[in-house]
């Protein structure tokens, strides 16, 4: 960016439905303002996915001048002044000016409307996002330099920062995913604040946390959040697991940088994923997140040997509960947890395979255990290298190439990426004259691990075979 937009430049990028509002409002004799994120987009070229306006009018007045013209209206954020509705396939939010305070125990705000555009700029996060374009005319107001912000890539506060902070501490989590998003650094100031003042995350709600955390593991620069999270102190608020990597390291006992390591693997995880219509969509939460997690077990199973090695033996089933422990504390859904957990869990089995080799019963089973996660499963595994030794990185790809390349020969020859026992639920109840309950589990079990053994096996065999473990149980009359 080097010279603001010309007017008709900026018209031709917004939605007609902008200036259909903005004739509505004026004619009324009302304000209106598109402001905040749609503004700071629209100058970085970007397409916001919101179109957020101010105004001097009340929320009953909005209302009425869009009644009748809007497709649907929501009030659910009158109390705070915003009134939202649906113009053809746009949706708009209108706020009426604010200038609220916080309850310092508490992020909740508590709402006094305000009179002038300046005054409800002042109240916002960031002076990137604390511009306003004054409608119809496309006025730029900037009262704080977000636009200057912008061209020098750093993020400031209006005021500052650390009163911004103390009203809503859930900004300096804010921070950092502008920094992951928009690759920008924040200001000194802005930092000094984050680090004093990261005990106040404390009052926020964890879902709260939660969503700006996704929001940053999905941007484009997810390392740089990351980072400001731990350097600032708050990744210990919100995420202890992914400071504690930074372990020391004995001068006598050397091992890689944890914690940049998983850094590195989480940017090469993303870098892996794939276009909208691909295996592994971008942004990926779930591959990510485990990337950044994978080894977070690790600080837990160090172990320093006699001969002067460092192991972390079992890291991956101790991380992939840590894993499940954090993201419940978090308020994630258990599909998402699952997911991440299991990628965990799964993330070092694939070692091994170059050297020894794998039987199809192991590839078999490597398939059944990943399920739904294989495309994410590879491209983790194929994240983690992050060797210097070229030979070395070399030979663990050229492994995992002959891996994917059985993954896929199996597959084709018996659907491997749906393995069920030969024979189901229904069969085995039949066979043996059983009613459902856990013994029908037990047989399915039974006849799945000979299918991950053995591949597809003939009906005749398939029952052979469910006999004669039939008859070595003890619920068995024979």
């Given at each position: 960016?080097?010279?603001?937009?010309?007017?008709?430049?900026?018209?031709?990028?917004?939605?007609?439905?902008?200036?259909?509002?903005a004739?509505?409002?004026?004619?009324?004799?009302?304000?209106?303002?598109?402001?905040?994120?749609?503004?700071?987009?629209?100058?970085?070229?970007?397409?916001?996915?919101?179109?957020?306006?101010?105004?001097?009018?009340?929320?009953?007045?909005?209302?009425?001048?869009?009644?009748?013209?809007?497709?649907?209206?929501?009030e659910?954020?009158?109390?705070?002044?915003?009134?939202?509705?649906?113009?053809?396939?746009?949706?708009?939010?209108?706020?009426?000016?604010?200038?609220e305070?916080?309850?310092?125990?508490?992020?909740?705000?508590?709402?006094?409307?305000?009179?002038?555009?300046?005054?409800?700029?002042?109240?916002?996060?960031?002076?990137?996002?604390?511009?306003?374009?004054?409608?119809?005319?496309?006025?730029?107001?900037?009262?704080?330099?977000?636009?200057?912000?912008?061209?020098?890539?750093?993020?400031?506060?209006?005021?500052?920062?650390?009163?911004?902070?103390?009203?809503?501490?859930l900004?300096?989590?804010?921070?950092?995913?502008?920094?992951?998003?928009?690759?920008?650094?924040?200001?000194?100031?802005?930092?000094s604040?984050?680090?004093g003042?990261?005990?106040?995350?404390?009052?926020?709600?964890?879902?709260?946390?939660?969503?700006?955390?996704?929001?940053?593991?999905?941007?484009?620069?997810?390392?740089?959040?990351?980072?400001?999270?731990?350097?600032?102190?708050?990744?210990?608020?919100?995420?202890?697991?992914?400071?504690?990597?930074?372990?020391?390291?004995?001068?006598?006992?050397?091992?890689?940088?944890?914690?940049?390591?998983?850094?590195?693997?989480?940017?090469?995880?993303a870098?892996?994923?794939?276009?909208?219509?691909?295996?592994?969509?971008?942004?990926d939460?779930?591959?990510r997140?485990?990337?950044?997690?994978?080894?977070?077990?690790?600080?837990?199973?160090?172990?320093?040997?006699s001969?002067?090695?460092?192991?972390?033996?079992?890291?991956?089933?101790?991380?992939?509960?840590?894993?499940?422990?954090?993201?419940?504390?978090?308020?994630?859904?258990?599909?998402?947890?699952?997911?991440?957990?299991?990628?965990?869990?799964?993330?070092?089995?694939?070692?091994?395979?170059?050297?020894?080799?794998?039987?199809?019963?192991?590839?078999?089973?490597?398939?059944?255990?990943?399920?739904?996660?294989?495309?994410?499963?590879h491209?983790?595994?194929?994240?983690?290298?992050?060797?210097?030794?070229?030979?070395?990185?070399?030979?663990?790809?050229?492994?995992?190439?002959?891996?994917?390349?059985?993954?896929?020969?199996?597959?084709?020859?018996?659907?491997?990426?749906?393995v069920?026992?030969?024979?189901?639920?229904?069969?085995?109840?039949?066979?043996?004259?059983?009613?459902?309950?856990?013994?029908?589990?037990?047989?399915y079990?039974?006849?799945?691990?000979?299918?991950?053994?053995?591949?597809?096996?003939?009906?005749?065999?398939?029952?052979?075979?469910?006999?004669?473990?039939?008859?070595?149980?003890?619920?068995?009359?024979g």
């Open positions: 960016m080097q010279q603001l937009p010309a007017p008709a430049a900026l018209q031709r990028a917004l939605p007609g439905v902008v200036f259909d509002l004739a509505r409002f004026t004619a009324a004799g009302h304000e209106l303002s598109l402001v905040g994120g749609p503004v700071r987009d629209l100058f970085l070229g970007r397409v916001s996915p919101d179109l957020d306006f101010t105004t001097d009018a009340t929320p009953e007045q909005t209302l009425e001048l869009v009644s009748g013209w809007a497709d649907a209206v929501w659910i954020g009158r109390e705070f002044g915003t009134i939202a509705f649906r113009v053809g396939g746009a949706t708009l939010e209108v706020t009426t000016y604010r200038a305070a916080y309850d310092p125990e508490s992020r909740k705000p508590v709402v006094a409307f305000g009179s002038s555009l300046e005054d409800d700029l002042y109240r916002r996060d960031f002076a990137m996002n604390a511009m306003a374009l004054r409608l119809p005319q496309l006025e730029l107001v900037d009262p704080f330099g977000g636009y200057t912000d912008l061209e020098a890539g750093v993020i400031r506060t209006p005021g500052a920062p650390s009163s911004s902070f103390s009203d809503d501490p900004r300096m989590m804010r921070a950092a995913r502008f920094a992951s998003q928009l690759g920008m650094d924040v200001h000194d100031d802005v930092r604040a984050m680090v003042m990261a005990e106040r995350i404390a009052i926020i709600s964890a879902e709260r946390v939660r969503d700006e955390l996704v929001k940053l593991i999905c941007g484009d620069a997810p390392r740089a959040g990351v980072d400001l999270l731990v350097d600032t102190g708050l990744a210990e608020k919100v995420l202890p697991e992914v400071s504690a990597l930074k372990l020391e390291t004995d001068e006598h006992h050397r091992h890689k940088d944890v914690y940049q390591h998983s850094l590195q693997v989480l940017e090469q995880a870098g892996l994923e794939t276009g909208p219509d691909g295996a592994v969509p971008a942004p939460f779930v591959l997140f485990a990337a950044l997690m994978h080894d977070v077990g690790k600080p837990a199973t160090r172990r320093f040997e001969n002067g090695a460092v192991t972390f033996r079992h890291h991956d089933v101790v991380g992939s509960k840590l894993v499940k422990k954090r993201m419940r504390a978090l308020r994630f859904d258990n599909d998402t947890i699952k997911a991440v957990a299991r990628l965990v869990e799964l993330h070092m089995r694939f070692y091994g395979y170059g050297e020894a080799g794998w039987t199809d019963s192991a590839v078999r089973r490597y398939v059944n255990d990943a399920g739904d996660l294989l495309e994410r499963l491209r983790l595994t194929r994240s983690d290298v992050t060797t210097r030794n070229r030979r070395k990185a070399e030979r663990l790809a050229h492994a995992y190439d002959d891996l994917e390349r059985r993954i896929a020969e199996l597959a084709e020859e018996e659907e491997l990426a749906a069920r026992p030969d024979l189901d639920g229904e069969a085995i109840m039949a066979l043996l004259g059983i009613r459902p309950g856990p013994l029908v589990g037990r047989a079990r039974h006849m799945l691990e000979l299918r991950l053994d053995h591949g597809p096996l003939e009906r005749e065999r398939a029952e052979a075979e469910l006999r004669a473990w039939w008859a070595e149980q003890p619920e068995s009359d």
